[in-house]
């Protein structure tokens, strides 16, 4: 999500072959608030949303497994946005972090993650500013709250 003075917020991001756009596809209104951005060589498939939510002629099990998958989708990605909102409705970059790294430890069953996110990716999910994220997370290692390295982080 980019703001009309060129911030970036970042959302959520994506693997390969997974969906995106399905809550503007699915919505009474169509227009998107937030961009949509692919590595080069991405191949993208439009589905329009009438065939999607409607049985073809055939009533066959196919149609049925992919309404089925589309609903699980998006319960993944409302999960998904509303641990997002636990993490940046913390009040301080450190109550920000420690919330995003407990999370991702739950997720990954370990007191030892591996973050999907750059410095910078990581910074804009947590809506807050690379340079002071970085001092935050050298304080927070100096507290002995943390230990990392590169990408890897274990909460102590």
Not at 78 to 83: G, I, S, T
Not at 105 to 111: K, V
Request: proline letters at 2%.
């Amino acid at each position: 999500k980019e703001d009309h003075w060129g911030n970036k917020t970042l959302l959520l991001r994506l693997g390969k072959d997974e969906m995106f756009g399905e809550t503007f596809a699915c919505g009474e209104d169509s227009l998107s608030v937030v961009t949509f951005v692919a590595p080069y060589g991405a191949r993208v498939l439009l589905i329009p949303f009438h065939r999607v939510m409607h049985n073809c002629a055939n009533a066959c099990a196919f149609h049925q497994k992919l309404i089925e998958n589309m609903v699980k989708v998006i319960a993944g990605k409302n999960r998904e946005l509303m641990r997002k909102v636990e993490v940046v409705t913390k009040r301080t970059t450190r109550e920000k972090l420690l919330a995003y790294l407990s999370i991702q430890g739950q997720l990954q069953g370990s007191s030892t993650v591996d973050l999907p996110l750059s410095r910078v990716e990581l910074a804009e999910y947590l809506c807050v500013d690379r340079s002071a994220m970085t001092r935050e997370l050298m304080k927070m290692q100096q507290d002995g709250l943390i230990a990392y390295e590169k990408n890897r982080f274990k909460l102590l």
